[in-house]
């Protein structure tokens, strides 16, 4: 890291001074407020039968009475998790390598961009019958689809750094290595997170249908049961439950990208 900051252009760094650092949050909450406000208005008006974000809440508070909503948290968090940081995992070095190496890019990349045309959904029929109805199939969708979005920002990353940086620090001696290890991966680092992030939100996505899979316990197994039952205000508490889950997931992964990219120049 240090390497890259050395050899990078003078001035490139964290923008000083803290306007703006109150604006942000006051906004936040005004617009969830006005959110809820105008949810409130439109059940209050009697649309579809949309339920108020009282008798949701009412309804949050006895599946939390009743261990219901913990234990299908627990058992959504611990599929996307898995997948999560199972796709991930893989997504990085594969990425770098098809960056780093054209004959592998070669080689690899047409897979790649052939299973990003085929919805992780339309897997679910065939992961069924080759890996059965337990956690592995289930695991393996939310795994696919947060594979597939890292990776693409990984190699995009790779290819995009700068040669001016990989000349520089080669005439500071620095052999493949040392570049590899000190430019390409820190000048990476935030095509990277963007790629976990988008990643993040392909496995959220993917976890309904992924529980389709005979699930006993999951977010989406709820609200599947809650639709059959017209139970819509249970429907409500889990997405709202799966969308708190996501934005906290992807605040820390942003508390991430801000802390390991913190040489890189921000608006």
Known sequence: MRLLRAIAAPGTGRRAGTRGHWTGPAL???????????????????????????AVAVRAGELIADGTLLDDTVASLRRVLTGFVL???????????????????????????FFRTIP????????????????TPKVFVIFLAAFLSCVIATLQGVVSVDNTL?????????????VF??????ASAPFILVG?????????ATLVAAEL????????YRMQQAQIYYELATIFVGLITIGVLGLVMDRLLLAAEHRLTGWQERR
Not at 88 to 95: D, I
């Open 213 to 220: 899979i005979a699930a006993q316990q999951g977010l989406g």
């Open 196 to 204: 976990m992030r988008v990643g993040l939100g392909a496995a959220w």
């Open 181 to 186: 290890r000190r430019v390409v991966v820190p």
């Open 87 to 113: 796709g991930s995992a893989l997504a990085v070095p594969v990425g770098f390598l098809m960056g780093w190496y054209p004959v592998a890019r070669a080689l690899i990349e047409p897979y790649v961009q």
């Open 28 to 54: 936040n909450l005004a617009a969830v407020a006005a959110g809820l406000g105008a949810w409130a208005a439109l059940a209050a008006a009697g649309v579809s039968g949309l339920p108020g974000p009282r």
């Open 120 to 135: 992780p959904l339309a897997i679910i029929p065939l992961a069924i019958l080759l890996m059965g109805i337990g956690e």
């Open 166 to 178: 990989i000349n520089a620090a080669r005439v500071l001696g620095a052999g493949d290595a040392v």
